[in-house]
């Protein structure tokens, strides 16, 4: 089994910035692609940004100048930072992970269970 657990949510006003972190754990052969994904009430799941193993990234058009994504292959950790954050950034923020589970070997896709930022006005 592989887990993720994120940590860096919270709250914060508009133009601050806030700094989220996601490692995996378990049995992990390799992983691929990490990555973050967000949730607004009443809205879908939308992506928010993804690296490859390589450092390839990509990320939403909202989110272009004002977050980075980063990666610690030695440590399966990835990073979010979030700056100039927005009220419409408010969200369930989601990490998510794919690749090689080690034991018993098999493809992996997994999920965090998410972590709340609130931006106030």
């Known amino acids: 089994q592989v887990q993720l657990v994120e940590s860096g949510g919270g709250l914060v006003q508009a133009g601050g910035s806030l700094r989220l972190s996601c490692a995996a754990s378990?049995?992990?052969?390799?992983?691929?692609?990490l990555g973050w994904y967000r949730q607004a009430p009443g809205k879908q799941r939308e992506m928010v940004a993804v690296?490859?193993?390589?450092?390839?990234?990509n990320y939403a058009d909202s989110v272009k100048g004002r977050f980075a994504i980063s990666r610690d292959n030695a440590k399966n950790t990835v990073y979010l930072q979030m700056n100039s954050l927005k009220p419409e950034d408010t969200a369930v923020y989601y990490c998510?992970?794919?690749?090689?589970?080690?034991?018993?070997?098999?493809?992996?896709?997994?999920w965090g269970r998410g972590t709340l930022v609130t931006v106030s006005a």
């Open positions: 690296i490859t193993y390589g450092g390839m990234s």
């Open positions: 378990g049995s992990i052969f390799s992983i691929n692609t």
């Open positions: 998510y992970a794919d690749g090689r589970q080690s034991f018993p070997s098999r493809y992996l896709e997994v």
